[in-house]
């Protein structure tokens, strides 16, 4: 692609290596992948990027309970869990950023010394209650009355464990001075935190006044030391929220560096989870103006994953290993459900015999037995050869407007991240061609003396021709358009159809070209192979 091809930069939040990843972690990176690799459909020129935040207290504590150092922790949590896990999801990320790499830290040093060279940052002290889970000096609204052994103490409302009391001399990042900036912000961009419901949560929250943020610690010495008073460290949350800029080559002389910024900056998209929604939408853009850089396009804050009505936790060992459901189903059922199940913004629910029975439903009996049957016909009435196609009917003509019309629906569901909305646009048309296939009964057509020849082979041109064909154009259309989704079926799907080399390969399938017909020739070999998604028993929670 040439020089000058605009990025479509997407972000996750970069993940605390306190633990293992769960199914919370991997519901974020997966949202993530299928919009990037929607965008790579498109042609576009594609940055995805995601990775781990390594400093601050919680993880010094954790590392200290395991008898290792911080760095060692998470040293071996990245290389034996959270890198590993990227290949289970089947994610194509295009970078990985650690806090504790070089690259990144010092350049988050030449920020933070810009800043405190124009007055943004000064000297001061601050007492309050402190989430270590959070990694956040809470305000009063943000607590709760403790129960149980928690009872007589003020607990965090997103961990529910009790907060500590500080005091510490810190520096403050001057974030008061942009309260109004930031609610200019939101109003001339409606767009900029979504869904609704964050935008209004974040705008109430500024509307309340912002305080100056504490942006060092110096009770501990597990982070990036302040370049002027290396008696401190940066606050966990100022260094983590830099990622997304040091790591496409903020604050570097080296060339490459510095087109690598210059192309890719601004991101389109922060994806985060709702609880740390205030840091992205909040404190992030502050420190961006502060330094006079352009504002990411959207903040999106999904919601929770629920198991048992309750947040999915790694304190609280409630936490779901993305193997534990990709060893049974795979990576493909695993994108497809959460993705599928779940409206994206909104807390959702997960159960193993949910799971199952859209599995069992959709992708087994709906998408995966219709490639079945299609390649099983042109098998058995073809000899593996789809054949010429004849004169076209309105039910024909349906299937192609309906086929057309998913990729419309889902283009415009995938712009405003309604991830839900967009697999269903693309779900009419296999519900559309398995209705068309009981229809049309191709089995019952193939009986018809008019569609064989002397030798009793089914003839080109026919009605039972032209059926066969339509299915199989759906089919391509469909690998094209759930790649994203579901991209290890849509390769077998596109390898199954025969596609020719000349189309190129899947990934290079240009998404607007998925709903027009007509695109596989007569004589290509189809073969029925392996089942896309074979039944599964329903499991039993592990």
């Not at 042609?43 to 150092?69: C, I, N, P, Y």
């Not at 500590?164 to 609610?183: D, G, I």
């Amino acid at each position: 692609m040439p020089a000058a091809t605009p990025t479509f930069y997407l972000t996750t939040p970069i993940y605390y290596v306190n633990d293992a990843p769960h199914i919370g972690h991997a519901y974020t990176t997966v949202a993530g992948d299928v919009i990037t690799r929607w965008h790579r459909q498109r042609q576009e020129r594609v940055w995805f990027l995601t990775g781990t935040d390594e400093h601050g207290q919680k993880v010094m504590r954790t590392a200290e309970a395991h008898g290792v150092s911080p760095q060692a922790w998470a040293d071996r949590l990245v290389e034996t869990a959270w890198k590993p896990v990227l290949k289970t999801l089947d994610v194509r990320n295009d970078d990985f950023i650690r806090t504790t790499q070089e690259r990144h830290a010092t350049r988050v040093q030449g920020f933070i010394q810009d800043l405190y060279d124009k007055g943004e940052i000064y000297a001061g002290s601050y007492e309050g209650p402190y989430c270590v889970g959070c990694e956040e000096y809470k305000l009063p609204g943000d607590l709760m009355d403790g129960t149980g052994e928690f009872e007589g103490h003020k607990v965090c409302a997103i961990h529910g464990t009790p907060v500590e009391m500080l005091a510490e001399e810190n520096y403050f990042f001057r974030m008061s001075a942009y309260t109004q900036r930031l609610l200019d912000l939101y109003e001339a961009n409606p767009t900029f935190v979504q869904p609704p419901s964050a935008r209004n949560e974040v705008i109430a929250f500024v509307k309340q006044g912002l305080q100056d943020l504490s942006i060092s610690r110096n009770t501990f010495n597990w982070g990036i030391p302040i370049p002027w008073d290396t008696s401190h460290v940066l606050y966990v949350w100022f260094d983590a929220l830099l990622n997304y800029a040091t790591a496409v080559g903020l604050g570097s002389d080296e060339p490459a560096d510095k087109d690598q910024f210059a192309r890719t900056w601004p991101p389109n998209v922060h994806l985060v989870g709702k609880d740390i929604l205030r840091f992205h939408a909040v404190i992030w853009p502050a420190m961006l103006m502060a330094a006079g850089l352009p504002l990411p396009g959207q903040v999106f804050a999904h919601g929770w994953l629920l198991v048992g009505g309750e947040k999915m936790s790694k304190s609280k060992l409630t936490g779901i290993a993305p193997s534990s459901i990709i060893d049974t189903f795979g990576s493909d059922a695993f994108r497809f459900y959460f993705l599928r199940a779940i409206v994206f913004g909104q807390d959702g629910s997960f159960s193993w015999e949910d799971l199952h029975a859209r599995y069992t439903s959709e992708l087994a009996n709906g998408f995966g037995n219709l490639a079945s049957r299609v390649a099983a016909m042109i098998g058995k009435y073809f000899g593996g050869t789809l054949p010429d196609a004849g004169p076209l009917t309105p039910a024909e003509e349906h299937v192609a407007a309906v086929a057309a019309r998913a990729v419309v629906d889902a283009e415009a569901a995938i712009d405003r991240l309604a991830l839900n909305e967009a697999i269903a646009a693309i779900w009419t048309l296999v519900e559309t061609t398995n209705g068309y296939l009981t229809e049309q009964e191709p089995w019952k057509v193939a009986k018809d003396p008019a569609e064989v020849d002397a030798a009793g082979a089914s003839v080109p041109g026919g009605r039972l021709a032209t059926i066969l064909v339509t299915a199989a154009e759906a089919l391509r259309a469909l690998a094209v358009l759930l790649a994203p989704v579901t991209p290890q079926a849509a390769d077998a799907l596109w390898e199954l159809l025969g596609a020719e080399p000349a189309l190129g390969p899947l990934a290079s399938q240009p998404v607007a070209d998925a709903g027009r017909f007509g695109q596989l020739p007569a004589g290509t070999v189809v073969t029925k192979g392996a089942s896309l998604f074979p039944r599964i028993e329903e499991p039993t929670a592990s």
